[in-house]
Structure formats: structure tokens, C-alpha cells
């Protein structure tokens, strides 16, 4: 049976597609296969001596008839050719090394990339450290450590998390994770700063400190304001973790370097002096908002005046905000004064929404933001305005404004607005609108609509009868539905009445499909 193996493995040899060459050598090392067994099998070696002739047989490449020996597949008995594993030796023209080729760190790599999809972060640690410990030279080693420490830091073993990202960035520098674990040794260096480790906070400052080189020419120690992988950004968001009497003098070096180079570092150290609430603070974000060359990194310090409630902050603010021609800026300078809880900033921004020299955007701005201020003060000071106002832009900004305080006098205003016939019909059909959206009484409105004698008005009501839920609503769309004279209000009416869920509705389209 050997012997029956050893030519099947050269038939099959002598049917691959190579050279006679190939199957030359394929029958000679079946040959020493052959006398390597036994001395039994002599004979059949001696017969085998004649296969070379074959070599030149290129032509049985064309007996397509043999594809149909499929009775072959009946020769259960071949499975018992163990010995055919010796067939390996036979090289065919294709790589049949997967074995002897294969990655020693191969399977822990998975057993470790397992354990840590499924939150086994202890496991996983384990696993890539056993890795890096027994495989140093593979080429997964420094990938393998930063993975064990991002288990270790998702397990809050911080300090081992650490000591495996410092060995990486020592010896594995050309590791694919090389960058990604200088990020997150960031993240481990703060969150060690934050529960009061020393050495931590040392690095945090060394990283975020300005280096002197990187206002050069090399473009590429110059970090983007998206770079979050970035090491200094990352250690500027360290900063967060740490103390502000310790973070902002720091931010205060990193704000006072005002290369091209450190824009995006500003930008970043802005946000974050934002959060340090100590004396320093608004005298730094002051003068990054009047001296910083960058118009973003202004704009930001402006932002985050809004968080400073001082009078000096809400001064500063009036200054920019009638002194810029920085567009945003100045939009900035409205929001933080919107958020200044002081009668003061809300002056100036009445102030500035009636000026009329001032830019419209601007102007809209500012009323909004006196709409988002609910006070009696404003609210009578937005009524009085709409009167004074010649754009319809500004006119509507304040029927929303007045809209997002909802009180009695407000919606009272709305209606009288609604039925001025002084006012072009899209003013009053937002006021309407708006007057709907308040919730009031209902009532004023189911009266208004047999003295309205506009039909765009009368659409606009039935439009606001459809978003309420009272009965007398309903009652109303339906009276609109049946009598109505003008078909297309009736076809409105009838719409409606088709989107509410009330058996009172169907009974009525019922009786309008019948008549």
C-alpha cells in the first residue's frame, strides 16, 4: 500500500502544470522515497526507473476525456495513505511553508485581541505583556506593550500602564503605535497628576511647556488644532486634570508664544485656561482677546469671557463690540455678554439692537439674544423696538423673541400685531403663528377666524386649530370643514382633520365621502 502511495504522488506529480524538468525531479524524489522504505520494494523502485520518459508527456495536458474517471471517487480505501504526508517534500511551484514560516506570536496576539474585545482588560494586559516578554525582538513587541498598557489604563492600573508606555517610547520607536502611545501616556500622565503623583505633573508641565525649535520652518512640528494624537495637545488636555494654581501659569507661557507655529496650542490653551477659575484668568483671557494675532484665538477668548463675571470682563466686551469689524468676533462679543448675568450687559445690548448704524446680522443677533434673557425689562423694551424697526428681518426676530416668553401681554401683542392691517400679511402671519405656538387661551382664536377676511390669515389659523389638542379646536376644523365657502379652506380643514386621532374626525370625513 506504501508503495501505491508513493505513485500516486508522482501521477499526481506528473500531472501539475510544469516542465518536464519538474516532473523530472518529482519522480526522482519519489525514487529515493521509494528505496528509503524497504528492500521489499526493489522491484517496483527498478520499475519506477523508466518513469523519466514521461517527462516529454505534455500532451496528456490534453486528455480532457480523464475528467470524467469520476469512479475514482469510490477508492475509500486511498484514505488510509498516511503515508502521503510525505508528499510535502515535493515542491509543486507554490509556497508550502505555512508551518515553517508561521509567527511564533501568532497566538497569543489573538488570545490577547480576544480578551480585549470582549472587556477582559486584566487578560488582555497579561496576555500582550507575556508577549513583548518572550517575543522582544518580534515586530508586534511595541505594539503588543501599548496595548497592554490601554488595558491596564481601561483597568485603572495606571501606574503599570505607565511603566510599559515609557518602555515603548524608549525602545520600540518605530513601533505602528509608537504615536498613538505618546497620546495616551498624555492621558495616564494626567489622570496620575490629578490623584497627586509628582512626576506626573513634571511631565505634564515639560510636554506643555513651548518648545523654543518648533517656531521654525519644519511645518511638521507645527500641530494642527484637530491633532489630538499630538503630544502637546494631549498635555494641554492634561492640564484639565490638574490643579488651576498649577495649570495656569503654565497656560500663561504656552498663550504668551504667539508664532504662527503655537496657533493651534493657543486655541487649545484658551479652552482650557477657560475652565481654571482663579485671579489670573480674566487677565489673561483679556489680553489674548485684544492682543493675539490669530483671529480664532481671539475669537475663543472672547467666547470665554462669558464664563468671567466681572464688570471688567462685561467693559471689555462693549469695546469690541462696537469697536471690531471682525465679523465673528463681534457675534462672539454678543453671546458672552448674553450670558453675563448683570444689568449692564443687557443695556448694552439694548442699546446695540436699536442702533442704527450698526450692521443688521449684528442687530439680529442682539435681539435674539434678549429673547433668550426672559425679563420683564426685555420684553417691553422688544415691543417698543418693533414699532422703531424698517426690515422685516428685524422685525421678525422680534415676533420670536417675544414668542419664546410666553406670557399673557406677549400673546396679547402677538393678536393685536396679527390683526393690524397696517402690517404686511407675512408679518402678521408670523405673529399669529407664534401667538399659536404660546399655549394661551384658545378661545381668542376660534373668534378670530369669522372676522378675518384675509384668506391667507384664515389658512394660517386653521394651521394653528391642527396643532392644538382642545375640543373646541376640533370643533372648529370641523365647523370649517362643512361650511366653509371657499373650497380650498374647506380642502385644508379637511386635511387636518384627516391627521387627528379622534373618532369625531372620521365620523365627519365619513359623512362628507357619503354626501
Same mark, same amino acid.
Given at each position: 500500500?506504501? &508503495? ?34 524497504? /528492500? ?11 518513469? /523519466? ?41 507554490? /509556497? ?41 525582538? #518580534? ?9 497592554? #498598557? ?43 497628576? =490629578? ?15 513651548? =518648545? ?68 489670573? &484668568? ?96 426685555? #420684553? ?7 414699532? =422703531? ?5 428685524? =422685525? ?14 406677549? &400673546? ?104
Amino acid at each position: 500500500m506504501h &508503495t501505491l502511495a508513493l505513485v500516486v504522488a508522482a501521477v499526481v506529480a506528473w500531472q501539475q502544470p510544469t516542465g518536464g524538468s519538474r516532473i523530472a525531479g518529482a519522480v526522482a524524489q519519489a525514487e529515493a522515497a521509494l528505496r528509503a522504505t524497504a /528492500p521489499v520494494f526493489q522491484g517496483q523502485v527498478e520499475a519506477l526507473s523508466a518513469l /523519466p520518459a514521461l517527462a516529454g508527456l505534455d500532451a496528456l495536458a490534453g486528455l480532457d476525456a480523464l475528467a470524467g474517471l469520476d469512479a475514482l471517487a469510490g477508492l475509500d480505501g486511498l484514505a488510509g495513505l498516511d503515508a502521503l504526508d510525505a508528499v510535502d517534500g515535493l515542491d509543486w511551484g507554490t /509556497p508550502r511553508r505555512a508551518q515553517q514560516g508561521q509567527d511564533p506570536t501568532d497566538s497569543l496576539w489573538r488570545a490577547a485581541r480576544a480578551a480585549l474585545n470582549r472587556s477582559d482588560y486584566m487578560s488582555a494586559a497579561n496576555l500582550y505583556y507575556d508577549l513583548a516578554r518572550r517575543y522582544p525582538s #518580534a515586530t508586534r513587541a511595541g505594539d503588543a506593550l501599548y496595548w497592554a #498598557a490601554f488595558a491596564l489604563y481601561r483597568n485603572d492600573d495606571l501606574g503599570r500602564a505607565r511603566s510599559l508606555l515609557v518602555t515603548q517610547q524608549r525602545g520600540y520607536t518605530k513601533a505602528a503605535t509608537a504615536r498613538d502611545g505618546l497620546a495616551l501616556l498624555a492621558r495616564v500622565q494626567a489622570a496620575l497628576a =490629578k490623584q497627586g503623583d509628582g512626576e506626573a505633573a513634571q511631565w505634564i508641565a515639560q510636554q506643555a511647556a513651548p =518648545k523654543a525649535d518648533t517656531a521654525g520652518p519644519r511645518g511638521r512640528d507645527c500641530p494642527s488644532a484637530d491633532d489630538e494624537d499630538d503630544l502637546r495637545i494631549a498635555a494641554l488636555n492634561g492640564l484639565m486634570q490638574m490643579d488651576a494654581d498649577k495649570a495656569v501659569p503654565l497656560l500663561r507661557t504656552v498663550l504668551a508664544r504667539r508664532d504662527a507655529c503655537h496657533r493651534a496650542l493657543r486655541r487649545k490653551a484658551v479652552f482650557v485656561l477657560s475652565q481654571k477659575h482663579t485671579a489670573e &484668568t480674566e487677565d489673561i483671557l483679556l489680553d489674548v482677546a485684544q492682543h493675539d494675532p490669530d483671529s480664532d484665538v481671539r475669537q475663543q477668548a472672547v467666547f470665554w469671557l462669558s464664563q468671567v463675571p466681572t464688570e471688567r470682563a462685561v467693559t471689555m466686551l462693549d469695546s469690541i463690540l462696537r469697536t471690531t469689524v471682525d465679523e465673528e468676533l463681534r457675534e462672539k462679543a454678543l453671546f458672552a455678554l448674553s450670558q453675563q448675568h448683570s444689568p449692564r450687559a443687557a443695556q448694552i445690548l439694548r442699546t446695540y439692537a436699536e442702533t442704527t448704524t450698526a450692521p443688521s446680522e449684528a442687530r439680529a443677533k442682539a435681539i435674539f439674544w434678549l429673547g433668550q434673557r426672559p425679563s420683564d425689562e426685555n #420684553a417691553a423694551f422688544l415691543r417698543g423696538l418693533y414699532a =422703531k424697526l424698517a426690515e422685516d428681518e428685524l =422685525k421678525e426676530k422680534v415676533i420670536f423673541s417675544l414668542s419664546q416668553r410666553r406670557s399673557a401681554e406677549n &400673546t396679547r401683542w402677538l393678536m393685536d400685531l396679527a390683526l393690524n392691517e397696517r402690517e404686511s400679511i407675512e408679518m402678521r402671519k408670523k405673529a399669529l403663528f407664534w401667538a399659536g405656538q404660546s399655549g394661551g387661551d384658545l378661545e381668542p382664536f376660534i373668534s378670530l377666524y369669522d372676522r378675518m377676511q384675509n384668506h391667507d390669515l384664515k389658512e394660517q389659523l386653521i394651521f394653528v386649530y391642527s396643532q392644538r389638542h382642545e375640543a373646541p379646536a376640533l370643533d372648529k376644523l370641523i365647523q370649517i370643514a362643512k361650511t366653509e365657502p371657499d373650497r380650498e379652506l374647506r380642502r385644508k380643514a379637511i386635511f387636518w382633520l384627516g391627521q387627528a386621532h379622534d373618532p369625531r374626525a372620521a365620523q365627519v370625513l365619513l359623512e362628507i365621502i357619503n354626501q
